[in-house]
């Protein structure tokens, strides 16, 4: 019989800690932290970088969205801004008109406002009593809501600080204007919005909440925003 073989079975069989390291096993607590930790850092990246919740908190987009209405924000489209940076990642394309766009006031970059393109760069825009003119021809708009049926266009008063006399839109800059034009603070009071202010644009009513009734308005759920 071979020695070697005689050898190993002249002693007991090992227990299988003696021949392997013991594996010690991650706590239950320790399991759920990373989860939880992972899930966090997920939810961060697709906020920062993709997709991003907001509620309408005026009426100033009225009819399109409404005060109550919770929207989702596609921020990968234009190139989102990383964190804690200036820089952009790379769009997909740049904003047109008639985006209805989520982006940093220019008079206060904290806050953040909503309003549709009316204008790109380039562009001669003004504003002509309710009526839009870009590059002298008048724009239609069906989405846009009044608060009276006159001073359609002709020589209507203006006493807007811009747009009242055709105005050229800068280099990497917007015209925006609220759907509801009567009551919305837009360009046509504080100027033009700076495309890397831009954070995304909107695209879906994912929940709409009336606050004065106290109801649900079922119709306006899975909404989307062209």
Request: proline letters at 4%; aromatic letters at 10%; a positive charge.
């Given at each position: 019989m071979d020695e070697r073989k005689i050898e190993i079975e002249a002693h007991p069989a090992l227990p299988a800690e003696a021949v392997e390291p013991k594996r010690r096993r991650k706590s239950i607590v320790r399991e759920y932290a990373e989860a939880i930790a992972i899930a966090v850092l997920l939810?961060?990246?697709?906020?920062?970088?993709?997709?991003?919740?907001?509620?309408i908190p005026s009426?100033?987009?009225m009819d399109t969205l409404l005060v109550g209405d919770y929207i989702l924000v596609n921020?990968?489209?234009?190139?989102p801004e990383l964190p804690l940076t200036e820089l952009h990642l790379p769009s997909l394309r740049d904003p047109h008109r008639g985006d209805i766009i989520v982006f940093r006031y220019p008079q206060d970059e904290k806050r953040?406002?909503?309003?549709?393109?009316?204008?790109?760069?380039?562009?001669?825009?003004?504003?002509?009593?309710?009526?839009?003119?870009?590059?002298?021809?008048?724009?239609?708009?069906?989405?846009?809501?009044f608060a009276d049926s006159?001073?359609?266009?002709?020589?209507?008063y203006c006493g807007y600080a811009y747009g009242c006399e055709p105005t050229i839109v800068p280099p990497d800059s917007y015209f925006v204007m609220g759907d509801n034009r009567d009551n919305s603070q837009d360009s046509r009071y504080w100027g033009f919005v700076k495309?890397?202010?831009?954070?995304?644009?909107?695209?879906?009513?994912?929940w709409s909440w009336d606050g004065d009734r106290h109801w649900l308005r079922w119709w306006r759920l899975a909404n989307y925003i062209p």
């Open positions: 939810a961060l990246v697709i906020r920062s970088l993709v997709v991003q919740a907001f509620t009426g100033s987009m921020k990968f489209l234009y190139g953040d406002f909503i309003k549709r393109i009316v204008a790109t760069p380039g562009e001669r825009v003004q504003v002509r009593g309710h009526q839009i003119l870009i590059n002298g021809k008048p724009l239609s708009e069906p989405y846009t809501k006159g001073a359609r266009g002709g020589d209507a495309r890397d202010k831009i954070k995304g644009k909107a695209f879906l009513i994912y």
